[in-house]
C-alpha cells in the first residue's frame, strides 16, 4: 500500500476516514452553536442588523483573518434587511481565526495527531493560517463555485494545503464536496487581491477551463478529514437536503514560502503556527 503523501501528491487530495471521533464533532458543533448565540446577543449583531448594508463590506470580511467573524447566507434576509429565520439557521460560516482566538477549536486545530499527520504529508514548515466553520444548513446552505484554494491563500512557491473536517455525514443530497482527482496539477487560474486604496479583485492568471466532467463527488461520514491540495479544483453544491452538513476547515501554507501583500487575508508573522 503506498503511503499517504504519495497517495495525496498523486491525487491532489486525501479521504482519511474516522479522524475525528464523534464525541470531537459533536464538541464543535455544540462549540459554533453557542458562538452563534453569543453573536445573537451581542453589540455587533444589534449593529449588523441596524446597518446591514455597511456591514457587509470588505471591510468586514478583509479584518475576519484576525476575528471571529459570522457571515449569513445569500438568502438569509428579507428586503427590510432582517432576517427571514432564526439567526443560527440563517449562518454561512464563522472565520477565519477561529483556531487561533477560541480554545475549543485551537484544541482540535493543533494537536498530537494533526501534527503527525502533517508531518506524515511531508508539511514540516507548515503554519496554521486561516479556518473556518461551515455550516450548510438544510434547505439554505449554498453552493461554493468550482475554485482553488490556492486563489485566497497565494504564497510563492505555491504550497496551500486545506484540512475539512467532516462534522455530519456529507452526501450528495446535503452538499458534499466535489473534487477533480488530478487536477491540483492544473496551472492556478486565479488570484483573489486586495486592491490599493481598498476592497478587493479577482485578477485572472489561467484561462484553463475547469475540467467538470471529471469532478467527483466525495461523500464522507461524520469524523473523515480531506486533505486539499491548493491548486485542485473543488466545489459544493447547494444543499437541498432536509439534514445539515456541517464541516470545520483550516488551511495552512508553508512558513517559509512569501506571503504576498496583497492577499486578502493578513495576519503577522508571529499569528502564522504550526499544528
Ligand atoms: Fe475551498
Known sequence: MKNIKDQFEQQGYLILDAFATAEQCDQLMERAMLLANDYKQSDRFSIFQTNNQSATTD?????????IAFFFEKGAFNEHGDLKSDLFHSLNKIGHALHDLDPVFEAFSRNEKTRALAN??????HVLIQSMFIFKHAKIGGEVDVHQDSTFLYTEPESCVGFWFALEDATIENGCLWAEPGGHRTPLRKVFKRKEGGGTTMALLDQTPYDSSNMIPLEVKKGTCI????LLPHYSQPNT?????QAYAIHTID?????????????DAADRRPF
Not at 471591510?59 to 476575528?67: A, H, I, T
Not at 486533505?227 to 491548493?230: I, P
Not at 512558513?255 to 495576519?267: F, T
Open 227 to 230: 486533505v486539499l491540495h491548493g
Open 241 to 245: 437536503s432536509g439534514r445539515s452538513r
Open 59 to 67: 471591510d468586514y470580511f478583509l479584518s475576519s483573518g484576525n476575528q
Open 120 to 125: 506524515d504529508l511531508g508539511l514540516n514548515n
Open 255 to 267: 512558513s517559509q514560502a512569501i506571503y504576498p501583500e496583497w492577499n486578502w487575508l493578513q495576519r
